[in-house]
């Protein structure tokens, strides 16, 4: 580990632990659900078109409920190896800049979800993931407001890739909604510099070093295993070992 990686696992470490909890995204909710894809290279990574995914949709910041936030939506889904493939998406503009930048949402119903690094799939060209909502998830960035809306409905994402020219494909289509009784919920982390499949490459490299060691360092901070589960369903579950 160079000096700079065991320097930003530190801070990370120390904040987590100050906070007791995640450096940034500390409040969220833990959902199950599906996904569905339509890209052929994409169906291709993970095996087969449906897939059940783990998510967790959360602020990034913590703020009061009605002020805008930036939002967080991450997903678990496994790949054709049955290895965990981990996306940890933030709102971001819209512009053909703006996307690629950190913003604020109003209401997760206008919020705009995109990977600011980009992904290389199969050794094509650099792509970043976008996720857009469905209509009708409320218009606050309150959680509670989405607590209450998900109690009689799921909420939907479509997800697509996007290079910096603007060519796009849609990936897939997610729906999400809250764990059935006794159903396993969201792990206790997210990676998406670790979990991901070999095919696929998480760019620039200097970056994902480093954020590789960020989000190490947070779960050390917070007292969470680092442990990457091995072998398929526990790894999707955030276990350890297959029960």
Not at 36 to 46: N, P, R, T
Not at 192 to 219: D, T
């Amino acid at each position: 580990m160079a000096i700079p990686d065991r320097v930003v696992g530190e801070i990370f470490a120390a904040g987590a632990w100050v906070r007791r909890n995640r450096v940034f995204h500390p409040t969220g909710m833990s959902l199950t659900g599906a996904l569905y894809a339509v890209d052929g290279g994409y169906k291709q990574l993970l095996g087969s078109a449906d897939r059940p995914v783990l998510a967790r949709v959360s602020k990034g910041i913590g703020l009061p409920a009605g002020v805008p936030d930036v939002l967080g939506l991450a997903v678990r889904v496994l790949d054709r190896r049955n290895r965990p493939w981990d996306l940890a998406l933030a709102t971001t503009g819209t512009g053909p800049w703006s996307r690629f930048l950190l913003q604020p949402a109003q209401g997760w119903e206008s919020a705009r979800y995109g990977s600011l690094m980009a992904y290389r799939f199969e050794g094509g060209p650099a792509e970043w993931i976008f996720a857009e909502p469905d209509a009708g998830q409320p218009e606050t960035p309150s959680l509670a407001a989405l607590s209450a809306y998900l109690k009689g409905h799921r909420i939907g994402f479509i997800l697509q890739a996007r290079t910096r020219g603007g060519a796009t494909r849609t990936l897939a289509e997610i729906t999400i909604a809250e764990p059935e009784i006794g159903e396993q919920a969201a792990p206790g982390f997210f990676d998406p510099v670790r979990n991901l499949p070999p095919e696929v490459e998480l760019l620039p490299r200097p970056v994902a070093a480093v954020r590789e060691w960020a989000y190490a360092g947070s779960r050390r901070g917070r007292g969470e295993p680092d442990a990457v589960a091995e072998r398929g369903i526990a790894a999707f579950q955030g276990m350890t070992e297959e029960p």
